[in-house]
């Protein structure tokens, strides 16, 4: 199964702020995708992150306040831009195992967010 | 609208004791799986099962896919079972190729 990485693990800032997360992957991967969980909460998709094309939002999710990048196979930023109180969440990243031929997914870590 | 739904939203439980959590799915999926999420917000994949049954260790899982539902089954629980269960499907069809649409959870607690 894939292996993935999350950076920073948690962070706390302050409104009004940016916060970038990075979500690395051991092995070529076609699609990534970032989710959002708030306290209490399920997990929500907020996009899917292409290589080499716009990520595609989920409704209800912006380009403007979540701008996403896909350098490379292997590689995506998740931006949380112009942080509010409400942002607080765990944001984490999946992907599918390029290895296998199933649909399985696999999530990192997630970054822990607390906007003060 | 596409919908997952998990029973019972909680469960409380002796050491020892066997539980089923449920799933159920508006319909058709690629991809139906499992996972347990850890007090530190991990989720940890337990089974990828669009349809049939499988097992690993005191956990197995069922899915009737024509029924529309997957059964978890935690025999002989541990308090290190305790925790949030999420089902999860990618519903077949469409433009939703890989989207995972996640379930409430339900939340275990296990009393040694």
């Known amino acids: 199964s894939a292996v993935i990485s999350q950076k920073p693990s948690r962070d706390i800032c302050q409104r009004g702020t940016s916060l970038t997360i990075q979500c690395q992957v051991d092995s070529q991967v076609t699609m990534m995708f970032w989710y959002r969980q708030q306290p209490g909460q399920s997990l929500t998709l907020i996009a899917t992150?292409?290589?080499?094309?716009?990520?595609?939002?989920e409704s209800g999710f912006v380009i403007d306040k979540f701008p996403i990048s896909r350098p490379n196979l292997t590689f995506s930023t998740l931006t949380v831009s112009n942080m509010s109180p409400e942002d607080s969440s765990i944001y984490l990243c999946s992907v599918e195992d390029a290895q296998a031929s199933t649909y399985e997914q696999y999530f990192g870590p997630g970054t822990r967010l607390t906007v003060t | 609208g596409i919908q997952v739904e998990q029973s019972p939203p909680d469960l409380i439980l002796q050491e020892g004791a066997n539980s089923t959590l449920r799933c159920n799915f508006s319909d058709s999926v690629n991809n139906l799986q499992w996972f347990h999420q850890n007090p530190w917000g991990q989720l940890i994949n337990l089974f990828y099962?669009?349809?049939g049954t499988k097992q690993n260790g005191r956990l197995s899982a069922t899915t009737v896919a024509t029924e529309r539902y997957s059964l978890l089954y935690i025999s002989s629980s541990q308090t290190t079972d305790s925790g949030v269960y999420f089902c999860?499907?990618?519903?077949?069809?469409?433009?939703?190729?890989?989207?995972?649409?996640f379930g409430q959870g339900t939340i275990l607690t296990v009393h040694p």
């Open positions: 099962i669009p349809s």
């Open positions: 999860a499907a990618d519903f077949a069809g469409g433009t939703s190729y890989g989207k995972l649409t």
């Open positions: 992150a292409n290589q080499g094309s716009e990520a595609t939002y």
